[in-house]
């Protein structure tokens, strides 16, 4: 088991560094002088030329590699040259939106569709099971800014049920949070439970080959024990491995959706410093989410291999 | 050879339909624009009509045609779509195909794709946008980078399990090439999964423009795509809410038909999806006798244990 968990870790850290290396060539792809594109047109030669010298681009282009990875290594993501700051600080502070908002959706998809699931497998050819296949098929085709736009004409514009836009702290005030989270959550759970239901499907569907439920319905048990007690407990592991790959979707839409209901996470900060062409926080933001997606990965194949016997025991 | 393509169409009904609409919207798009209204000619006296006489969905805020908008953009958005499927299929067969077939090459190759999976697409490629400069042809670039590695996964599996096969053996006891096993006996062998993905990556990268494009980096205007559409509606969005439905519904009819495409040929060319959507369709036939669900399951389970 130990050995499995570090081979895991070395892993876990080869990918972080190959993501810092990626997006490290991806920010000097840039054609021409970053610091030129920074300074912006105005700029006079001296202003480039220091620029030239805080962004540490006179160095050989190996040993800004290796800075770059020190410099992550010890926090330092270098500096916001719209705020003038360290980047970290900025990206750390509107992490907590972000979070909230991909939890709050993850939570909830998952509450959605698993008895969703269950009650389809239950009669696959019913009435049920139909409308949610073919709702689950529309579903991942939905645009998540395009639905945003629409369920806000409906509620918000029309129905006058929630705002429009904004956001507040869950902690201090709670039911503000609510009626602010309500649209995004629900635009993201759209997309969510149909993934989460399309895969638990097939996952239970696979379940259903193996022959101990065949004993099960032999000792008498009734369909419906059969399915809970044995088949959607084996099914939902394989399946919450797509709750933690999912989540790459899941923060590519809370990015997109925070500039639409304009919430101050992650997804408006990057979408401020393209705007502004703040490379600092633009590389900061992409590393910081591609991180929380792999350590998040890493800790579901670690539930995971706690969760499996099968894993646990070798 | 008529009468095989008759009967694989009355075993694959479904199928077939998908094909024809994804023909039909193909077609509309293409040759739309040729019998519509002109997509560019502004109007200034006919802003922001609602469907009616002026225009079967109305005009948009500069007065121009919302549905020979919605068309053109489709020729924009499809083809940039269908480009970057192509490119990213091309590039993840010959990247998968290379590391599954070379083991030294291969885990270097996966490492650096697993590492560009870690971003969430849009992230990838707003960063990769940024870095060449909004404009279709980085947009192509960009959303060829985010798709490559979902390819090279598949096909790189593909090629594990097939570079086993004694046929692949004996080409190389042989005294065969490398580089003509790979093109002559892996890469026939891998195109079904390869026509699958490419698939499935067309209807992802649609709507990965169209959120690309609503956020201003991926195809600027007057040039429309279903994404800048969205975009340019969003302000009359009360007024007009025509304005923002058409474009969306446009994407999510294209990739509906996409994805069912997509999945209706996996499961005619992937056993293991096949054996699956068989069993659903045994459970659906015999749902109503549950007995007779329980019989066939079980004698499937035996089989495929075999």
């Known amino acids: 088991m130990l050995p499995l968990i570090l081979r895991r870790l070395r892993d876990l850290v080869i990918v972080l560094i190959l993501v810092a290396t990626a997006i490290f060539f991806i920010v000097r792809i840039i054609p021409g002088d970053p610091a030129i594109a920074i300074a912006g047109d105005q700029a006079t030669q001296a202003q480039i030329d220091a620029l030239r010298q805080t962004l540490g681009l006179e160095a050989p282009l190996w040993l800004q590699y290796l800075q770059f990875l020190g410099g992550l290594a010890i926090g330092d993501f270098g500096t916001s040259t719209t705020f003038n700051s360290p980047a970290l600080p900025i990206i750390l502070a509107s992490l907590p939106p972000t979070l909230v908002l991909a939890l709050t959706a993850t939570v909830l998809s998952v509450a959605v569709a698993v008895p969703l699931t269950v009650a389809t497998a239950l009669h696959p050819g019913g009435l049920l099971a139909r409308v949610v296949n073919r709702t689950n098929a529309v579903a991942v085709a939905v645009p998540e800014f395009w639905i945003a736009l629409i369920l806000t004409l409906f509620f918000a514009v029309r129905l006058r049920l929630l705002p429009v836009s904004g956001y507040a702290d869950p902690f201090s005030d709670p039911l503000g949070a609510i009626r602010f989270l309500a649209l995004p959550v629900i635009v993201l759970m759209i997309n969510q439970v149909a993934v989460f239901s399309l895969n638990l499907r097939e996952s239970v569907i696979g379940e259903m080959l193996h022959l101990y439920l065949r004993t099960a319905r032999a000792k008498g048990l009734r369909e419906r024990v059969v399915l809970v007690r044995h088949v959607v407990p084996n099914a939902a592991l394989p399946a919450m491995t797509v709750v933690g790959l999912n989540l790459g979707t899941l923060l590519g839409g809370v990015v997109v959706l925070e500039t639409i209901f304009v919430i101050p996470g992650l997804g408006s900060l990057l979408n401020q410093a393209v705007g502004t062409r703040d490379y600092a926080i633009i590389q900061g933001v992409t590393i910081i989410v591609a991180a929380m997606f792999v350590l998040i990965n890493f800790l579901v194949d670690l539930a995971y291999m706690f969760a499996d016997p099968k894993v646990r025991v070798s | ?306």
Request: aromatic residues 4%.
């Open chain 2, 1 to 306: 050879m008529m009468d095989r393509i008759r009967s694989f169409a009355r075993a694959h009904r479904e199928l077939v339909v998908w094909m024809t609409v994804l023909v039909v919207i193909l077609l509309v798009c293409v040759l739309g624009p040729a019998f519509s209204a002109d997509a560019f000619a502004q109007d200034p006296l006919r802003r922001l009509l609602p469907p009616g006489p002026g225009g079967v969905l109305g005009t948009d805020a500069f007065g121009r045609d919302i549905l020979a908008r919605v068309l053109a953009a489709g020729r924009v958005s499809l083809s940039i779509a269908a480009i970057i499927a192509l490119a990213a299929s091309v590039v993840g067969s010959a990247i998968g195909m290379v590391s599954g077939y070379a083991s030294a090459a291969g885990a270097v190759l996966m490492r650096a794709m697993d590492a560009l999976m870690a971003f969430p697409g849009i992230v990838l490629s707003i960063a990769l946008v940024t870095a060449i400069g909004p404009g279709e042809v980085s947009e192509v670039i960009a959303l060829t980078v985010v798709f490559t590695p979902l390819i090279a996964r598949v096909v790189r599996s593909r090629v594990l399990s097939l570079a086993t096969r004694g046929y692949i053996t004996a080409a190389r006891s042989a005294g065969m090439a490398g580089w003509k096993i790979l093109l002559v006996h892996i890469l026939p062998n891998a195109l079904p999964i390869i026509l699958v993905q490419a698939v499935l990556v067309f209807a992802a990268a649609l709507l990965l423009d169209g959120t690309l494009s609503f956020l201003g980096m991926g195809v600027q205007p007057p040039t429309p795509t279903w994404g800048n559409m969205i975009a340019e509606a969003r302000p009359y969005l009360v007024i007009a809410p025509t304005f923002v439905i058409a474009p969306g519904v446009a994407i999510i009819l294209a990739v509906v038909t996409l994805n069912a495409l997509g999945n209706g040929i996996r499961d005619v060319v992937d056993p293991r999806a096949r054996t699956l959507s068989n069993l659903i369709r045994v459970q659906r036939r015999h749902d109503t006798t549950m007995r007779g669900s329980r019989r066939s399951l079980a004698t499937k389970g035996s089989l495929s244990r075999g």
